[in-house]
């Protein structure tokens, strides 16, 4: 792609010829503009002062899908979309005001960005700059304008905003997480003695009435603790363990957990085959209690409460999914149930989907949401109200050993074998898998296992290695 400064030189050096002149090659140096303007990336374009166009560069083929021939024949108005085309001609007039006042400035180029449709009727950002060139008697006879494909640009400037977008919730994430973590222990004090009070009440009192606002007082101060907790666990920025376990078991010892709460609702296990991950087990578990708390929320006004609960391989991720015939969620909210703080529960619940009582931190989704990112995985969730929700969260398998395909590619690549090498790694199931790749055909190496720093040191000043492969988390902590 040429560079604007470069559009800008061809701007004015075809500009100090007239357009009639361009266009019929009078001699060498307006044949050698041609020359440039028929093979420049960009398209270089011409309109009489009526805006209908008199010449545009082969390069509109590449850029909207357009032969000059097809592109000639369209307005202005057919070329752009409504609002590109709005600002198009206010700037045009602009420049005729400009031209009627004899205004110095009506000579000077103007740039501005467009929306242009392409031929196979997709739309593009463009970067156009145009101005009014003047005839033999000094007065306006055509525009000129270059015209650039600027998609690129234009993807890169919203990933920088997105990222800036993303850093900025970063930077408040851990400020909320410095806040709650200073604040928690003390809160949580005030909470327990509150709660400690409210049970020993409880003990000494046989009034109903008295009975009845000792037991609101304690289980607001229970919602208040588990709301702290929460939040807590939304701000810290802790990256996940990996521990290697099966996800049915991690699944049942959660219903386990749970199963006060699941006395009156079917629970369904479908495909629910011994599948082993590698991942945070306080994570998963967090994350499954969350989502059969939701279900079990959503059940309770349901006449046949039903919770299905899956999980499976495909496409080498790890799936399971957990689907309830609750109340379901509103379409115009399913967008905002990541979202801090956002709950449908308690107050909220202007349509009286959940039974009284029930209440809601607003922090359950979005950490779920949160444990699923860190460890590179997908979540979705489908629902539709009156009649259930089902989330499907997708988990990428690690595998232990190298696959066939794996084995030979190594076999056909690497050049190095029977090494000695320093594996300094502090989470136990990662070690054992570097462990496994490495020792094992076709690399055959020799591999000692350092799970820190100073371990890591000591097995270095008595031993020599050919590679020491280190974890950079146990670096930094050391």
Same mark, same amino acid.
């Given at each position: ?13 075809? %500009?100090?010829?007239?357009? =009639? ?6 001699? &060498? ?5 041609? /020359? ?45 979309? #409504? ?22 400035? =009506? ?26 060139? /003047? @005839? ?12 650039? +494909? ?8 919203? *990933? ?5 977008? !993303? ?35 409880? !003990? ?39 521990? &290697? ?6 699944? +049942? ?62 496409? +080498? ?25 956002? %709950? ?5 619940? *202007?349509?009286? =989907? ?28 489908? &629902? ?11 988990? #990428? ?24 090498? /320093? ?8 070690? +054992? ?12 190496? =020799? ?19 050919? /590679?020491?492969?280190?974890? @950079? ?6």
């Amino acid at each position: 792609m040429i560079s604007t400064g470069f559009n800008f030189i061809v701007l004015n050096a075809i %500009t100090s010829f007239s357009v =009639a002149a361009l266009l019929k090659g009078l001699n &060498s140096n307006e044949k050698r503009y041609r /020359l440039m303007a028929d093979n420049v990336a960009d398209v270089i374009w011409t309109t009489d002062m009526n805006l209908n166009f008199t010449y545009i560069s082969p390069s509109i083929l590449q850029v909207q899908g357009y032969t000059p021939q097809e592109f000639m024949k369209k307005s202005i108005e057919q070329t752009l979309l #409504p609002e590109s085309f709005d600002m198009a001609i206010s700037l045009y007039k602009s420049k005729l005001k400009q031209v009627e006042a004899k205004d110095k400035a =009506a000579w000077d180029p103007v740039s501005f960005e467009a929306e242009q449709y392409c031929k196979d009727g997709t739309i593009i950002w463009t970067s156009i700059h145009a101005r009014i060139i /003047l @005839g033999p008697d000094n007065t306006p006879e055509s525009i000129l304008g270059i015209t650039r +494909d600027i998609c690129e640009q234009k993807k890169n400037e919203k *990933e920088k905003i997105n990222a800036q977008i !993303i850093a900025g919730e970063h930077k408040k994430l851990a400020l909320v997480g410095q806040i709650a973590g200073k604040m928690a222990h003390d809160f949580n004090n005030v909470l327990g003695i509150i709660m400690g009070h409210a049970e020993l009440a409880l !003990i000494n009192t046989h009034d109903p009435e008295i009975r009845k606002t000792l037991d609101l007082i304690f289980n607001q101060t229970l919602r208040g603790k588990n709301l702290t907790k929460n939040l807590i666990t939304f701000a810290k920025s802790t990256e996940p363990r990996q521990e &290697s376990f099966l996800i049915n078991e991690k699944i +049942d010892f959660v219903i386990n957990l749970v199963k006060n709460d699941l006395d009156t609702i079917e629970v369904i296990k479908k495909d629910l085959v011994p599948l082993e991950i590698i991942a945070d087990p306080g994570m998963i578990e967090h994350a499954l209690v969350n989502l059969f708390q939701n279900s079990i929320h959503a059940l309770s006004l349901s006449q046949a409460p039903q919770i299905i609960i899956r999980a499976y391989a495909v496409n +080498d991720n790890i799936v399971f999914e957990i689907q309830d015939n609750g109340c379901g969620i509103p379409e115009e909210h399913l967008d905002n149930i990541y979202e801090p703080s956002f %709950t449908l529960k308690g107050s909220r619940d *202007e349509k009286g =989907a959940y039974e009284p009582g029930i209440k809601g931190t607003g922090y359950g989704m979005a950490n779920v949401k949160k444990y699923v990112e860190l460890h590179k995985g997908r979540i979705s969730v489908t &629902s539709q109200a009156g009649h259930g929700t089902r989330v499907r969260i997708c988990l #990428p398998i690690i595998r232990k050993q190298l696959t066939s395909k794996e084995e030979q590619k190594i076999r056909d690549t690497t050049r190095h074998y029977n090494k000695q090498i /320093l594996l300094v790694e502090d989470e136990p199931a990662i070690a +054992d898998i570097q462990f496994n790749v490495l020792t094992h055909p076709p690399c055959s190496h =020799a591999v000692d296992v350092a799970s820190n720093g100073q371990a890591a040191i000591d097995l270095f000043e008595t031993n020599h290695y050919d /590679l020491i492969s280190l974890d @950079g988390s146990v670096a930094k902590n050391y």
